[in-house]
């Protein structure tokens, strides 16, 4: 049961180089940040550091929200458990045939090796069809048989997927039973509990990959939990899925391929929520770390949701994630001159460790970071995160000239400049990936930045893609972290149906609805999580007859006391007016297809006011000045203000060139650009007025 006496709200974001967290003390109505480096070898030593930065008695937080990069890191790295499939005979390669594409696009080059090696996917007698009649019943002591064989081959987990469970799954339930009765551990489970859906490959895969990151996931909760038991924390912890919704632990256990994308997902959350309250429900989300920029599009005040994601390449997992792309163009990324004489950025990083030259921690090649620091864009005397007492500008210009500036003809300072614009030129490139080349006018959004770096190139990016401004949260470095205490609790189902509309039995169907519906909010009450409301949506994936892809149809329904009211007229014009909204005009004479039926329970958690992150009795701009330094732009040095960026008052309009500085990230106006503080404390970076 929750302390309800306990005041403090807390999210940790893990990254690979720091550990961000973000207090909210309901009972004073005060919100602080703290930002530690991270430990790689044991994620929670740095989470619990983290919040004892602020809050040296546990007893006194009620709520912990967790956004983890475990399941993410063990992915990209290949580092799950050692993992073993039992499937259909004649179904062994399922993850290796794929959708029969492959790494390069050109040529016949380019090999892949699953999580699952061929050995640990054995082969049973059973066979389900389409329809869901059992043409062959499940051999039960051939399964025992090859869950031992497993066991004996070292298996940590075991995932039972057999084909067209989604239609029935019996012989899967019982295979899933009988492994259960001798696997050593609880790591057993079966492709129709993770995903019953229709595709075997992707059901395979997201299945096979929930058992791969259950060991590991596992493994880091319960070393969480018991670091939190041990200084005394009594209340809830939540873990930001995929969808930027949260579920409990045990959930996270069960299912840890929701986790793919926590923190990247919480950090979306918080820029929706900040931008909406600003009054600007059009943002495009920019996060630049270490290693990645991750860009991501809210419309009309909601982030766009994806219903299949590949990690890497063969790395298909389908459950509901934020929609994002993802770039190797972040601070750690290295600059580099290819064969062909042309500057290139990443996709290698030096991450947090060496990390970027200036760090002095053994990295010789320079990066994005090092750029900014000889330019003057980064203050060397105060690296922020506390990791370091100063930065080495020295050895950064150094390795700018060794690297970039002699092989191309140029001197230390125009190179280093070019380093930054071809990385604002990819980070440009992602973010017309996510607008324009999805239909959506970039003139119509702002840009968001948040994350260590992101602040530093919203100027260049505004330019280049013509958005009409940027909204500067008010803690760019320590957003994601916010995020996870707004975050709702979210679960999501699907059912495939794959029947044509005018032959579905609407009886049958509203019972599906209902009782996925109501599998979600037991969820939701079970987890002991106050809620200011509860919700839940209803989708269909539809088409016409003979068409491959799906539109994503929402049904304008909600579940009452004698279940859910649905009629074929209603999905048919439902699905008419979706389709004419993305394809121009419905179709005529041809029957419509209802594939897939979808629906997400959503527990509404209470927000904070966002004022608490304005700044008290706020200063004019000239009380926070910090001197001027000298900075590199267009070719030249500007003398540039330097303030301390938290103290300014509301309503302080900053012009460029300036630099503002805070503990958590450095931002960059530049000399055609002003900015002004607004309610929240956030910052809105315009144009200069022309006179």
């Known amino acids: 049961m929750i302390n309800q006496s306990n005041s403090y709200v807390i999210g940790v974001d893990v990254g690979g180089t720091y550990t961000d967290v973000f207090f909210l003390d309901e009972a004073a109505g005060k919100c602080q940040v703290a930002k530690v480096p991270s430990t790689v070898d044991d994620q929670s030593r740095g989470f619990i550091e983290g919040i004892r930065k602020q809050v040296e008695n546990l007893a006194e937080v009620s709520t912990v929200v967790h956004g983890t990069t475990v399941g993410t890191n063990a992915l990209l790295e290949r580092k799950g458990a050692r993992t073993g499939i039992i499937t259909t005979r004649g179904f062994r390669d399922t993850l290796e045939m794929r959708r029969r594409d492959r790494p390069e ?408 609805m209902s009782s996925l519906a109501k599998k979600g909010m037991d969820l939701l009450d079970s987890a002991a999580v106050s809620f200011e409301n509860t919700e839940a949506i209803f989708e269909l994936d539809m088409s016409y007859q003979g068409q491959t892809h799906t539109v994503d149809v929402s049904l304008p329904v909600k579940p009452g006391k004698n279940g859910v009211d649905i009629t074929h007229d209603l999905i048919k014009s439902t699905f008419e007016t979706r389709y004419s909204n993305v394809y121009g005009r419905p179709l005529d004479n041809i029957a419509i297809r209802v594939l897939n039926l979808r629906v997400s329970t959503l527990g509404r958690r209470p927000k904070f006011d966002l004022k608490l992150l304005a700044p008290v009795d706020g200063c004019e701009l000239v009380a926070a000045s910090n001197g001027v330094r000298n900075v590199w732009f267009d070719g030249a040095w500007h003398e540039t203000a330097i303030y301390q960026r938290l103290p300014i008052a509301i309503g302080e309009v900053i012009a460029g060139p300036a630099i503002l500085e805070q503990p958590d990230t450095t931002i960059l106006i530049e000399p055609d650009l002003q900015a002004v503080v607004d309610e929240f404390g956030n910052l809105v970076i315009t144009r200069k007025q022309e006179n």
């Not at 389409?130 to 066991?151: C, F, M, N, R």
């Not at 509990?193 to 990151?213: H, K, V």
């Not at 209340?235 to 840890?256: E, K, Y």
Request: glycine share 12%; hydrophobic share 40%; proline share 5%.
């Open 105 to 512: 696009t050109w040529g016949l080059w380019g090999q892949f090796e699953p999580v699952v090696a061929r050995d640990l996917r054995i082969e049973v007698s059973e066979r389900t069809l389409a329809d869901g009649t059992i043409y062959t019943p499940v051999d039960i002591e051939e399964v025992k048989s090859a869950a031992q064989q497993l066991i004996d081959a070292g298996a940590e987990s075991v995932c039972v997927a057999f084909i067209n469970a989604y239609a029935n799954a019996s012989n899967e339930l019982l295979a899933l039973e009988a492994v259960r009765g001798l696997w050593p551990n609880e790591f057993v489970e079966a492709s129709s509990n993770i995903l019953p859906e229709i595709r075997e490959f992707e059901r395979t895969s997201t299945a096979t990959l929930n058992a791969y990151l259950q060991p590991p996931v596992s493994s880091y909760l319960a070393r969480l939990e018991g670091a939190l038991d041990q200084h005394g924390f009594n209340g809830q912890v939540l873990i930001v899925q995929s969808n930027g919704g949260v579920m409990t632990v045990d959930t996270a256990r069960q299912l840890p391929v929701r986790t793919a994308l926590s923190g990247p997902a919480a950090g979306v959350i918080a820029s929706a929520y900040i931008a909406g309250e600003a009054g600007f429900p059009n943002v495009i989300t920019c996060d630049m770390g270490g290693t990645s920029f991750d860009v991501s599009l809210v419309a009309n005040g909601e982030s766009t949701l994806s219903p299949q994601t590949n990690i890497d390449f063969g790395m298909t997992i389908r459950t509901p994630m934020i929609e994002m792309t993802t770039i190797g163009a972040g601070g750690g990324s290295i600059a580099w001159v290819d064969r062909g004489g042309l500057l290139q950025i990443g996709p290698e990083s030096a991450g947090s460790s060496p990390g970027p030259v200036c760090y002095g921690l053994g990295n010789e090649r320079p990066t994005v970071t090092d750029a900014n620091v000889v330019l003057g864009r980064i203050n060397a005397d105060k690296p922020i995160g506390g990791k370091l007492e100063k930065l080495d500008v020295e050895a950064a210009s150094s390795a700018i000239d060794l690297h970039i500036a002699q092989p191309l003809g140029l001197g230390v300072m125009e190179a280093a400049e070019a380093v930054i614009r071809v990385a604002n030129s990819r980070m440009a490139g992602a973010i017309r990936l996510v607008s324009i080349e999805r239909g959506f006018d970039p003139k119509k959004f702002s840009a968001m930045p948040f994350g260590g770096g992101g602040a530093l190139h919203t100027g260049a990016l505004i330019k280049e893609v013509g958005l009409q401004n940027a909204l500067v949260p008010r803690y760019p470095g320590i957003n994601s972290a916010l995020g996870c205490t707004i975050a709702d609790m979210r679960h999501d189902y699907v059912q495939t149906i794959n029947g044509l509309l005018e032959k579905l039995d609407m009886r049958v169907l509203a019972e599906q």
